[in-house]
């Protein structure tokens, strides 16, 4: 069912902030069309380079305005030229040139973070917040977004997947599990609304645990959900070199069955191409992308009021403390 529009304006989702494009895709020529939870945005530079982000719709006669164009760090409509500055201005009526238009006639523009390659966007305005991605400072880490995959499904169902490890030895056969150790380990998992998922002291036997394994080995690690669709997987320190290779998820909710995925890889390894490292990341998202397009509801069932009920084996901690952080903040985006 559509959330109401009053329902869309309290919606937890609002108040967090989301990647909504490769940082690179955004010049200072033409503005970006985005969406994000149901609603269009706009995205342009403005003449210092930073990206702002307005509702996708001329305040004058409606215009879709990432059809327009982007000179001197202003935003053009593409109907009648009104020109938008930084901060979402209307610095210019071309039909009125003498008229200095009031702040009625501009966007409700809002600044756009640029962080991990990526453009986040926090809808209600306020300041957003960057990802919590430990690894981003390292620099013994060699950093690559990979994706954006598309995926015609939820947003906690890409989060649940990426926790999920039971799905290993089945999904991912000969590359991150194999039937003979589908067990899964005991593992501490902690949850609060304040600080996220924290699963601790994960192990699982990998085959080809990455794109350099040359046979299969027990990968320790934890995961942790800083926000309700950002998932970090965090192997355990190298013993000699002291670094943590780590992987984030990073999901755009475009609509509540409708999303965009980012992988972004903090890893050693600098001597392999983007092209190679991608090519791995893409066999094992391919792999998953078929089973996450099956599952039914595409949302997740957290409420009584869903059409169907999920049930539970021991396994499932993370998953289920997942769907506890999800109740605790109260969430409707992505559920049913
Ligand atoms: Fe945008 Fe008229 S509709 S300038
Ligand atoms: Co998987």
Known sequence: MPLSPAAVQDDPARACTHPVLDAADLGTQAPVGVRLLEEDWVLWRDAAGQAWAAPDRCPHRGARL???RVGDGALACPYHGWRFGAGGACVLVPAVPGWVPPASHGLRAVPVLDACGLLWLRPDGRPAQPPAFAAEADLRLRKLNVGPY???TSAPRIVENFLDMAHFSFVHAGWLGDEAHAAVQPHAVSVSAEAGLWAQGCQAWQPQSNRLS???SWV??????????TAVLEKAPDAQAGY????????????QEACRVWFRLA???FESGDAQLRAFQDTIFAQDAPVLLSQRPRRLPLTEAAPVQEVHCAADRS??????YLRALGWRWGVC
């Open 150 to 152: 598309e995926v015609a």
């Open 319 to 324: 998953s289920a403390a997942y769907r506890r």
């Open 220 to 229: 320790a690690y934890d995961y942790r959900v800083p926000a309700p669709f």
């Open 244 to 255: 943590r290779e780590s992987i984030a998820l990073f999901i755009q909710p475009q609509g």
């Open 66 to 68: 990432s059809l327009g």
């Open 267 to 269: 890893v050693p390894d």
């Open 214 to 216: 040359t046979e299969g």
